[in-house]
């Protein structure tokens, strides 16, 4: 059986990484402002993306703000 992450919604193969190495392989610079990452329905501070491991069968979601309004 094939070890996966879900990342959006989204399953991908697992690879042994880090949150900030994940952003960096989907072209998300870590230190763009106005990004908040959640791990197994925890959010992740932005001081630890460097050192949490992501693990098989983790759920990961990445959320951009956007402002917005009238």
């Known amino acids: 059986m094939e070890r996966t992450i879900t990342v ?3 399953p991908q ?3 042994e990484q880090t949150v900030a190495e994940l952003l960096q392989a989907r072209e998300i ?3 763009r402002p106005g990004i908040a990452v ?7 501070p932005r001081s630890r993306w460097h050192e949490h ?3 098989p069968g983790d759920r990961v979601e990445i959320v951009r703000a956007v402002a917005g309004g009238r």
């Open 8 to 10: 959006n919604g989204e």
């Open 13 to 15: 193969p697992y690879q």
């Open 29 to 31: 610079p870590p230190d």
């Open 38 to 44: 959640a791990v197994n329905a925890t959010v992740i």
């Open 53 to 55: 491991r992501l693990q």
